[in-house]
């Protein structure tokens, strides 16, 4: 790449004896940027990447005077970037599909005459195997080796073929199964702070960035690492050496004042500010957080926030470089020379956060004392819907009338006020029924507590709340307290590192005596993979049309995502996910009522099993330690025997297998050419469906457990797999047959064009015959219909899920018309060659009357420009037509040439083949 550097900052700094190149933001200041460095720590990084990669053609010298201008337009210039992040990272649910692609490109490129060697990633790529563990065994000593060997079982297929990857592509690392969460292992081994690369001779340093095919990417950014989630498309096309085309983003900055005070944990603070960020709005922006505060949260504290941003809507949540980082940085067996050179280049840039540091100018800001924070759980069905842990019983009760649907009136919150009897005992009140569970001396009511999981990245890369539930779980077994025998507990660790200082301070037997016995290291309940209930309990809340509920250490409850048997999820941190297992009910006021009975028939409640911070303190102290690291992430490639005992065939390109129901080829490269067809304009579609607000990538794509009675499940009984071994959406994602049968397939998906029927059902017109979308987009499809989705606002909330927009595009959806998008899902449509329409403020598909049996024309598409205002043609039934104006959200050129050749990885095979 050839470098003008118009702004004359390329320099040497020595660190230690050895020099290291990197672009001089202060000598770029003095050299014409000026104001560069009062810009927000998070905005210096984006400055940075710009002057390092500016070629004159991508990035452009005007570009990079844009970002220093940011001081004085504050973000709301709309100016689109060209970035390019150090490296990519993957989960085995995203990455499988990615290598997938990436195996079919190599396919295609042999088919249009040229060199396969050429599709390799071109910038490091780590792909974590964390998505596939399930929570089958639980409770038991041996709960852990049985998930394991269940997971090997399960995803043989799909293991050989990342094993192949590996192997095949350079610039390509495989962590495996049973090593720990992607977030957590790139946060305690991958990421640096400060990256390096060596080129003609000289060692480059600059901040180390990257984006990830999950969502809770951000959560590296509380070590100073900024990076975000994007679909596995834009990854995909980051690894293939494409830039990551963006806005200039407004920065909102969130102060940080005072201290936690007693009792409250990392959880409630992270509930609290997704709380207040999603108040304030902070969709497509960075976050950035600042003030004296900071000094008063650990690390892994930040890293929790962070771990949020998809939570409170922003593309990031930033924290700046400071003493902590770099103690982190050597507490984690970081190199030596590494972490004095993350000392000396932040410095040298004015990236380093300290007590005599000026704020930096900010397009908002909000702010927070952190001795306000109380005690929380979120839910019971978004993450942002914070409750003070006091209020938690009435407001499960106020819930309840929904959550029943068409059941009889719940009963008052006055009438569900009961005690718990004993330690093992039903609740006694004529307000709560309980029904009875066959075999079991138990029986099960609404608000019974049948999940506490502590899981998930988002806590359980924070040792404080970790060793704080182990406390709680040491004092409740000291007591004689018992989980209630109709939860199912599971301890699920980012990484292996906590089992190793839960051991040290002799925490684990207590847990284990509660029933938190380790179940494997990976996503498991916060993404579906919470295994199936007991039977009889699964039995009872069906047949009697309970309102089950969870409680998780998790970042996400929406609905219909932890398990199917469950309606209603509520966050917690991981000590009060023990507490709730041995209350065993939400309608418990676990501030207020006791949790249970010692051995002498006493009274426990909360506040007698509760730690200190002092206790806690002194075992993180003891037990966190360097030397753990070191030993723990030195071989951790090599996997266990399972993961060295996979065979591997296939060399360049990969040897498909056509009775894989794991791993297909998929149709993108079919019959393409090497110069794009002309886009078309679309005429006559139908709508597939019409949806409410907050649609999420859980409800578009296939996510959780597959059902025997569907499209899904009907394609893999007619490929000999038995219902028991459907395995989940997740771990089949390599297989586009089974996606698109999957998409808009969510059981608590509710099309309007349906008078209040759930599930993935449409009418099909112009007969109105109710039946599968899947199957309704084939009759579409096999009639030459192009379709359309009609959707409210927040359409495509949640975790990056690539599935979402391929799926749909699959299905022939050629355009998505919204009230708004959530970030990751727009681009992801525009990647897929699907085009995403707004509204205009104050229009929806319910103002207009639309029921569904329209039909719909946009013209124009052939000469479509970045958000450019455009109309659609709906002809009613009646006959009459009525021209809608709409806003076309392909929002860059980029995108614009991605629409062009079909989407992005057509545009990339192209250039790469070319």
């Not at 118009?6 to 050299?31: H, I, M, W």
């Not at 390019?84 to 989960?91: C, D, G, I, K, T």
């Not at 095919?213 to 050496?241: C, K, Y």
């Not at 040439?897 to 990339?908: A, N, P, S, T």
Request: proline share 5%; aromatic share 8%; charged share 25%.
């Amino acid at each position: 790449m050839s470098h003008p550097d118009s702004f004359k900052c390329r320099k040497t700094l020595d660190v230690d004896g050895k020099p290291y190149v990197y672009f001089d933001l202060q000598e770029a200041e003095r050299n014409g940027l000026a104001g560069a460095s009062r810009l927000p720590f998070s905005m210096k990084v984006i400055l940075e990447n710009l002057l390092r990669n500016e070629d004159g053609r991508t990035v452009k010298a005007d570009d990079i005077r844009a970002v220093a201008n940011w001081v004085e337009d504050r973000g709301t210039a709309g100016h689109e970037i060209a970035y390019r992040p150090a490296r990519v990272l993957m989960q085995d649910f995203t990455g499988v599909p990615a290598v997938v692609d990436l195996a079919a490109m190599r396919d295609a490129t042999r088919q249009l005459g040229a060199d396969p060697t050429k599709i390799n990633p071109l910038v490091p790529v780590d792909l974590v195997i964390d998505h596939s563990v399930m929570v089958d065994f639980f409770g038991q000593a041996d709960s852990f080796k049985k998930n394991v060997d269940a997971e090997y079982g399960r995803n043989g297929e799909r293991y050989t073929f990342l094993r192949w990857g590996s192997e095949a592509f350079e610039n390509f690392r495989v962590v495996p199964p049973g090593t720990g969460i992607c977030h957590q292992v790139n946060l305690e081994y991958l990421a640096q702070t400060v990256w390096t690369k060596e080129e003609n001779g000289e060692t480059i340093a600059y901040p180390d960035t990257l984006v990830g095919t999950d969502s809770h990417t951000t959560m590296v950014n509380g070590l100073s690492v900024l990076g975000w989630g994007v679909g596995g498309i834009e990854a995909e096309a980051a690894m293939l050496g494409q830039p990551v085309s963006m806005l200039i983003p407004e920065v909102i900055g969130f102060r940080v004042e005072g201290k936690l005070p007693e009792g409250t944990t990392a959880t409630d603070l992270v509930l609290t500010v997704t709380q207040m960020l999603r108040k304030k709005g902070v969709v497509g922006k960075f976050v950035e957080f600042y003030g004296p505060g900071l000094s008063n949260l650990t690390l892994e504290d930040q890293a929790t926030i962070a771990n949020m941003a998809p939570e409170y809507g922003a593309t990031c949540g930033f924290f700046p470089v400071d003493k902590d980082t770099i103690s982190y940085l050597e507490a984690t067996g970081r190199d030596k020379q590494r972490v004095a050179l993350v000392e000396a280049y932040s410095r040298a840039q004015g990236m380093y956060r300290d007590e005599t540091s000026t704020d930096p100018v900010f397009t908002d800001t909000l702010s927070l004392d952190l001795s306000t924070v109380v005690p929380s759980l979120a839910g019971p069905k978004r993450p942002q819907d914070r409750v003070a842990l006091t209020d938690v019983s009435t407001a499960f009760a106020a819930a309840l009338p929904e959550l029943q649907g068409n059941r009889a009136k719940a009963p008052s919150t006055d009438e569900a006020r009961f005690v718990s009897e004993g330690a093992t005992g039903a609740f006694e009140g004529p307000a709560v029924t309980r029904y009875a569970v066959e075999g079991a001396e138990h029986g099960i009511a609404d608000g019974d507590v049948v999940i506490a999981a502590i899981t998930s990245c988002t806590n359980t890369s924070n040792p404080n709340v970790l060793v704080a539930a182990g406390l709680v779980a040491r004092k409740a077994h000291a007591l004689g307290l018992k989980v209630k025998p109709w939860v199912k507990t599971s301890l699920a660790p980012g990484s292996q590192i906590v089992t190793e200082y839960l051991e040290k301070a002799d925490l684990q037997k207590d847990l284990d005596a509660m029933g938190f016995n380790l179940v494997g290291y990976g996503c498991t309940t916060c993404i579906g993979n919470s295994g199936p209930l007991p039977e009889a309990i699964s039995e009872a809340i069906a047949k009697n049309d309970l309102v089950a509920c969870s409680v998780l250490s998790g970042n996400r409850n929406f609905e219909g995502r932890v398990n199917p048997d469950v309606r209603a999820n509520w966050l917690a941190s991981p000590p009060l996910v023990v507490a709730y297992a041995i209350a065993g009910s939400l309608f418990v006021d676990i501030t207020k009522d006791a949790l249970g009975k010692d051995q002498n028939g006493n009274d426990v409640f909360l506040k007698d099993i509760w730690p200190t911070t002092q206790e806690i303190a002194e075992i993180v102290r003891k037990t966190v330690t360097r030397d753990l690291f070191v030993e723990r992430y030195s071989d951790v490639f090599k996997g266990d025997e399972h993961w060295q005992k996979i065979e591997v065939s296939g060399g360049l390109t990969y040897d498909w297998d056509d009775r894989s129901t794991y791993v297909q080829n998929p149709p993108y490269f079919e019959g393409m050419t090497m110069d794009p067809v002309p886009v078309e304009d679309i005429h006559g579609a139908r709508v597939l469906a019409l949806l409410l607000d907050s649609i999420t990538t859980d409800h578009i794509s296939p996510a959780g457990s597959i059902k025997a009675n569907g499209p899904a499940g009907d394609y893999l009984v007619s490929h000999q797999v038995r219902p028991v071994d459907f395995n989940s959406y997740g771990a089949r994602r390599g297989n586009h047959q089974v996606m698109m049968r999957g998409t808009f397939a969510n059981i608590r998906i509710k099309n309007q064009m349906l008078d209040g029927i759930e599930g993935g059902m449409t009418k099909h017109f112009p007969g109105g015959e109710v039946m599968p979308i899947y199957d309704a987009a084939m009759k579409y499809q096999a009639e030459t219909v192009p379709l359309v989705v009609f959707a409210g606002k927040e359409y495509g909330t949640g975790s990056s899920r690539d599935w979402a927009a391929k799926g749909t595009v699959l299905l022939g959806v050629r355009a998505v018309i919204a009230q708004s998008f959530e970030r990751i899902h727009r681009s992801n449509l525009v990647g897929m060659g699907v085009v995403p329409f707004l509204f205009e403020e104050g229009t929806s598909w319910q103002t207009l009357g639309l029921k569904g049996d329209e039909i719909v024309t946009i013209e124009g598409l052939t000469t479509i420009q970045p958000r450019q205002k455009m109309e659609a043609k709906i002809e009613r039934a009646d006959g009459t037509v009525t021209m809608v104006p709409l806003l076309c959200r392909i929002d860059t050129l980029d995108e614009l040439e991605y629409f062009r050749h079909g989407g992005i990885l057509q545009y990339v095979l192209r250039r790469l083949a070319a």
